[in-house]
T-cell receptor, first 113, second 112 residues
Framework: GQQLNQSPQSMFIQEGEDVSMNCTSS?????WLWYKQDPGEGPVLLIALYKAGELTSNGRLTAQFGITRKDSFLNISASIPSDVGIYFCAGHPLRYNTDKLIFGTGTRLQVFP | DAGVIQSPRHEVTEMGQEVTLRCKPI?????LFWYRQTMMRGLELLIYFNNNVPIDDSGMPEDRFSAKMPNASFSTLKIQPSEPRDSAVYFCASTPLGRLSTFGSGTRLTVV
């Protein structure tokens, strides 16, 4: 099935550093979502974006819906150890016009103290 | 609110056996989704229901997989017969109308 291209695949950073990850698609999306998955758990929604150009923050997290509607990025500022996990982008493709959600391949984040 | 409840959390079964995974969505949510997660293929949507009716099952890998939602508070995903390549984590998620999905904690299936 279709997946979003997410990069980087993994990141190893020092506590306090900022993190940036992005997601791209060849087709247009209605919404962009960012999830975090902790080991042994299901994905948990972090941020939802609904309009092209929208920039939304949730604490130390900031995400943007790309102007072309084909990409999105997530930034984490001043990382802390509990930021460790896998981050997924996801979206509702325009062409489906349903609740069908397509997921990115994930970015595995490791934070060292 | 207990969230989306999946059972069992872990299942180990022998190849050829029938496996049934269960999901209780959040009360009042009208859409339910079954996903499969593997290292190779990531998170894949298998099937989703809206108001207990299957809407899109194009992600169901083959006829060995079937899903039912007999009522608004219960859904099952069945694999018969199971194969080692079915080993994965299976997630259920539910969504209120027009809103965003909440995921369960998943069922880790191992077929040996």
């Amino acid at each position: 099935g279709q997946q979003l291209n997410q990069s980087p695949q993994s990141m190893f950073i020092q506590e306090g550093e900022d993190v940036s990850m992005n997601c791209t698609s060849s087709s247009i999306f209605n919404t962009w979502l960012w999830y975090k998955q902790d080991p042994g758990e299901g994905p948990v929604l972090l941020i939802a974006l609904y309009k092209a150009g929208e920039l939304t923050s949730n604490g130390r997290l900031t995400a943007q819906f790309g102007i072309t509607r084909k990409d999105s990025f997530l930034n984490i500022s001043a990382s802390i150890p509990s930021d460790v996990g896998i981050y997924f982008c996801a979206g509702h493709p325009l062409r489906y016009n349903t609740d069908k959600l397509i997921f990115g391949t994930g970015t595995r984040l490791q934070v060292f103290p | 609110d207990a969230g989306v409840i999946q059972s069992p959390r872990h299942e180990v079964t022998e190849m050829g056996q029938e496996v049934t995974l269960r999901c209780k969505p959040i009360s009042g949510h009208n859409s339910l989704f079954w996903y499969r997660q593997t290292m190779m293929r990531g998170l894949e949507l298998l099937i989703y229901f809206n108001n207990n009716v299957p809407i899109d099952d194009s992600g169901m890998p083959e006829d060995r997989f079937s899903a039912k939602m007999p009522n608004a508070s219960f859904s099952t995903l069945k694999i018969q017969p199971s194969e080692p390549r079915d080993s994965a984590v299976y997630f259920c998620a539910s969504t209120p109308l027009g809103r965003l999905s909440t995921f369960g904690s998943g069922t880790r299936l191992t077929v040996v």
